[in-house]
């Protein structure tokens, strides 16, 4: 009777190496191909040293809709930290609902990225947050309006001091935009199941994901999207080999060409980050596409010249769910109520 078992035995232990070995190997051409688990810490601005009072402060301003010129907008209306960090929506909606050009990106994350927005315009977090506040079609508001809000209620006056404590005139458009970016810098997700799978868990991914995963590699994906944060490192032409559909690639928006203007930057945008993008649809800077594996065809044809099929597609697509990590626990914070000094919202 026992010696029945022995080759069964053996049979399953063999398997069980193969498969062993062949989540090794997927690890290594995984860590080769530049992929790369995220950091449990983003790195800190040189000049924007992270404290605990200035991460609170960010919180705070994070979800202050009077930064916003009708008191209704917060940085947190678009990016959304309940709903992977930002709207779902195909293009923001801003100030006197104005329908902007872009789709907003989640903030999650974002401190990893080599530089902010679709384009790369702004250089780090700190920069990026200056946009949006000025932006007529976003919170449509004045750096001098901001100062006066918060200067209007003692408690921001003291919160200031605290977060900058050597400073003689704490209250002021750059502090704003440090304290916004020190909390932005603890938006991060990290224990997703593709880190998890790197850091040497071989059940985190399921066959499906793994085989997505060697797709992702092999297709030529990770030519583009690498690093911790799978993308946001580099630009390339949205469409290098066939130019996607107007509705995909409206032309009226010529990505970084608008920045440097020089012809070789048309239709350029930032490789996108994917991490958490099973949370982000709608796809895209256009917002256009809803469905992630349409998505992924959409890039094996106009990256790669690819017909991937439905198969391949559903695989990354799966794979591209297991970048999806756990995001802190955010507690919605108290904001000081107004005083006759606070500017009136203005709709
Ligand atoms: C009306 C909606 C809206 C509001 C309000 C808003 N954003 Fe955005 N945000 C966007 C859109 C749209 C983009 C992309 C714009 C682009 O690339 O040209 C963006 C881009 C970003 C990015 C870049 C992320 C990346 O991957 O490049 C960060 C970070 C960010 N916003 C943070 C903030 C902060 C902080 C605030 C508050 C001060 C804020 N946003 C307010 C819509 C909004
Ligand atoms: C040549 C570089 C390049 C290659 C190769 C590439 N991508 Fe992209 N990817 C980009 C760029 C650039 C964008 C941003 C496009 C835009 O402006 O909307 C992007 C965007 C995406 C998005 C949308 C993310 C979002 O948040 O809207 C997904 C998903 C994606 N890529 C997946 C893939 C997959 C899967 C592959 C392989 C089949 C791939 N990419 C190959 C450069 C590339």
Same mark, same amino acid.
């Given at each position: 009777m026992r010696g029945s078992f022995l080759p069964l035995f053996l049979f399953v232990f063999l398997i069980q190496g193969a498969v062993f070995a062949d989540d090794q190997a997927l690890r290594q051409k995984?860590?080769?191909?530049?992929?790369?688990?995220? =950091?449990?810490?983003? =790195?800190?601005?040189?000049?924007?040293?992270?404290? =605990?009072?200035?991460?609170?402060?960010?919180?705070?301003?994070?979800?202050?809709?009077?930064?916003?010129?009708?008191?209704?907008?917060?940085?947190n209306t678009c990016h959304n930290l309940g709903m992977g960090g930002d709207d779902n929506l195909p293009t923001s909606v801003g100030h006197g609902w104005h329908k902007g050009p872009r789709n907003a990106p989640t903030v999650y994350n974002a401190a990893f990225n080599r530089a902010q927005f679709?384009?790369?315009?702004?250089?780090?977090?700190?920069?990026?947050?200056?946009? =949006?506040?000025?932006?007529?079609?976003?919170?449509?508001?004045?750096?001098?309006?901001?100062?006066?809000?918060?200067k209007s209620m003692p408690e921001y006056v003291a919160w200031f001091r605290e977060s900058f404590p050597s400073d003689p005139?704490?209250?002021?458009?750059?502090?704003?935009?440090?304290?916004?970016?020190?909390?932005?810098?603890?938006?991060?997700?990290?224990?997703?199941?593709?880190?998890?799978?790197?850091?040497?868990?071989?059940?985190?991914?399921?066959?499906?994901?793994?085989?997505?995963?060697?797709l992702f590699i092999d297709r030529g994906c990770t030519a583009c999207h690498n690093g911790v944060n799978v993308g946001g490192q580099a630009y390339f032409p949205f469409g290098?080999?066939?130019?996607?559909?107007?509705?995909?690639?409206?032309?009226?928006?010529?990505?970084?060409?608008?920045?440097?203007?020089?012809?070789?930057?048309?239709?350029?945008?930032?490789?996108?980050?994917?991490?958490?993008?099973?949370?982000?649809?709608?796809?895209?800077?256009?917002?256009?596409?809803?469905?992630?594996?349409?998505a992924v065809l959409v890039m094996g044809a106009a990256q790669l010249g690819a017909e991937l099929s439905d198969e391949e597609a559903t695989k990354i697509a799966a794979f591209l769910g297991s970048l999806t990590g756990v995001a802190p626990e955010i507690i919605y914070p108290k904001l000081p109520v107004e005083t006759d000094e606070t500017p009136r919202p203005q709709l």
């Amino acid at each position: 009777m026992r010696g029945s078992f022995l080759p069964l035995f053996l049979f399953v232990f063999l398997i069980q190496g193969a498969v062993f070995a062949d989540d090794q190997a997927l690890r290594q051409k995984a860590l080769q191909a530049g992929l790369a688990p995220l =950091p449990a810490v983003a =790195p800190e601005a040189a000049d924007n040293p992270v404290t =605990p009072q200035k991460i609170q402060l960010g919180k705070r301003l994070f979800f202050e809709p009077r930064l916003s010129k009708s008191g209704l907008i917060s940085c947190n209306t678009c990016h959304n930290l309940g709903m992977g960090g930002d709207d779902n929506l195909p293009t923001s909606v801003g100030h006197g609902w104005h329908k902007g050009p872009r789709n907003a990106p989640t903030v999650y994350n974002a401190a990893f990225n080599r530089a902010q927005f679709w384009d790369g315009r702004a250089k780090d977090l700190e920069q990026q947050a200056k946009g =949006p506040i000025q932006a007529a079609a976003e919170m449509a508001n004045t750096p001098d309006q901001v100062v006066q809000m918060l200067k209007s209620m003692p408690e921001y006056v003291a919160w200031f001091r605290e977060s900058f404590p050597s400073d003689p005139d704490p209250v002021n458009f750059d502090n704003v935009v440090k304290a916004i970016g020190a909390f932005e810098s603890k938006l991060i997700t990290p224990g997703a199941p593709f880190d998890r799978f790197l850091n040497g868990a071989d059940n985190a991914l399921s066959p499906e994901q793994k085989d997505g995963l060697a797709l992702f590699i092999d297709r030529g994906c990770t030519a583009c999207h690498n690093g911790v944060n799978v993308g946001g490192q580099a630009y390339f032409p949205f469409g290098l080999i066939k130019r996607p559909g107007a509705d995909i690639l409206p032309p009226e928006d010529k990505g970084r060409f608008a920045i440097t203007q020089s012809a070789s930057d048309e239709y350029v945008f930032r490789a996108a980050p994917l991490r958490n993008v099973a949370l982000t649809a709608p796809y895209f800077h256009s917002g256009q596409v809803w469905d992630l594996k349409q998505a992924v065809l959409v890039m094996g044809a106009a990256q790669l010249g690819a017909e991937l099929s439905d198969e391949e597609a559903t695989k990354i697509a799966a794979f591209l769910g297991s970048l999806t990590g756990v995001a802190p626990e955010i507690i919605y914070p108290k904001l000081p109520v107004e005083t006759d000094e606070t500017p009136r919202p203005q709709l």
